[in-house]
């Protein structure tokens, strides 16, 4: 095999064969095949494309690149849930335990927001004392223990993606949807879950702006979950504006334990409970309503099983930023829209973001909605606060929100519905 050979054959638009996914993506891991030559077939996949078979055979090449996990040992059926990512979303705080407190093991490994996208495991951070890394015993007994776990993935699960993720950020080959989805899902494979339930957010504080390619996004990682015997279903959500009523990580965590003590905002209940649904259909468990072990304190208790056994006190006070700022409603009316994207960047000029990922974040940053779209507002009331640990870096988060948001008469009619479609096999 000769790395050229491959690269002409996709150049060429022609068909890579299962022996050339399997030798490239062996090989680019052990260092035979040269970056360069990588990027360059990263490229010819992105303009040319591959074949459903052909991205089954680059995910399988890449979860064989490293172990899979084995939850055979458990007694009861595992599923989980991936988002693609955007402003606001927590929903993995409150949905894994809520799903284990249904008769669920959830073996979630998340990880760290770039950009202007928060990560799970900075939320969670958050809370004192909670720790990221688990070893795979460590993982087995928090699940035991918990029913769910949530913990950064180790070194040995697809070494080839953590290789080819990195440069493609640097090569301009990120917005493949083979390559996303290959990603995305030789991840989700290699975590041995038996179930998988894909959020993918569209709008502008998603990876996928456009509706179309959400769908064709959502439809390629079904098909790599069944292909692989994950029984896998999507739901394409909104991320417009962004999720709930805190963005940030501390401020996130907050608002997950409004939602597992029974309360929190109307469109983080809807979609984590519409979530659990599906999680806990695609593992074939019936029984008990998630809307029910919301307010029965039994979704509760399974978080704080969760958090104490990962090292983190669940009744610790979290950090608060030490200074605020508001933004007032310029006039008397309906907030019509309120941008994701703009949003999530002020957060992370705020702090809460990294620009590299040696970056460390600040656990108390972010942004506080007084207002989602819809709502009616009154000149001068708070639209949304601003935490900091740094007052200097409100003048930059401002001019970030400055066209973020505006009050007319109605809620913008492009606005997208919470749950748009549902994807399945
Ligand atoms: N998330 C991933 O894990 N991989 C991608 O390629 C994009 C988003």
Request: charged fraction near 25%; include cysteine.
């Amino acid at each position: 095999m000769d790395a050229i050979d491959v690269i002409t054959t996709k150049r060429d638009r022609h068909e890579l064969s299962a022996e050339q996914i399997a030798w490239v993506v062996d090989a680019y891991t052990r260092g035979q095949v040269a970056e360069e030559q990588m990027a360059s077939l990263a490229m010819a996949i992105l303009l040319n494309g591959m074949s459903r078979e052909e991205i089954r055979r680059w995910t399988q090449a890449m979860i064989d690149s490293g172990s899979r996990m084995d939850w055979s040992s458990l007694d009861r059926p595992t599923t989980d849930k991936h988002s693609t990512g955007g402003v606001g979303d927590k929903i993995t705080l409150p949905l894994a335990p809520l799903v284990a407190s249904c008769g669920a093991y959830v073996p979630q490994l998340s990880g760290r927001g770039l950009g202007h996208t928060g990560g799970t495991l900075d939320k969670l951070e958050s809370i004192p004392g909670w720790r990221a890394s688990l070893s795979n015993d460590e993982m087995l007994d928090v699940l035991r223990t918990a029913g769910a776990v949530v913990c950064a993935a180790g070194d040995g699960l697809a070494p080839a993606d953590k290789k080819l993720y990195a440069l493609r950020d640097v090569t301009g080959t990120v917005e493949s949807i083979p390559l996303i989805a290959s990603s995305i899902m030789s991840k989700k494979i290699a975590e041995g879950t038996g179930a998988l339930v894909l959020d993918v957010k569209v709008g502008s504080g998603a990876f996928m702006k456009n509706l179309d390619h959400a769908r064709e996004l959502a439809r390629t990682m079904v098909d790599l979950g069944t292909d692989h015997g994950v029984t896998t279903v999507a739901l394409l959500t909104a991320m417009d504006r962004p999720l709930g009523l805190a963005v940030g990580h501390a401020l996130e965590v907050e608002e997950s334990v409004e939602v597992l003590s029974g309360g929190g905002p109307a469109d983080v209940v809807e979609l984590t409970v519409r979530l659990a649904r599906e999680m806990l259909d695609a593992a074939g468990i019936s029984g008990k309503d998630p809307a029910d072990a919301l307010k029965d304190g039994s979704a509760m208790d399974a978080w704080r099983r969760m958090i104490s056994a990962q090292g983190g006190d669940p009744d610790a006070p979290l950090p608060t930023a030490p200074e605020t700022t508001r933004v007032t409603a310029p006039a008397t009316g309906v907030l019509s829209r309120l941008d994701a994207y703009k949003v999530g960047v002020a957060a992370w000029r705020l702090g809460a973001g990294r620009a590299r990922k040696e970056d460390t974040v600040s656990a108390s940053a972010g942004i506080t909605l007084h207002a989602k779209p819809g709502d009616h507002v009154e000149k001068g009331s708070p639209l949304l606060t601003l935490h900091t640990e740094d007052a200097a870096r409100f003048p930059r988060a401002l001019a970030t929100l400055e066209d973020a948001y505006a009050v007319g008469d109605a809620a913008d009619p492009s606005l997208l519905p919470l749950i748009i479609d549902r994807v399945t096999a």
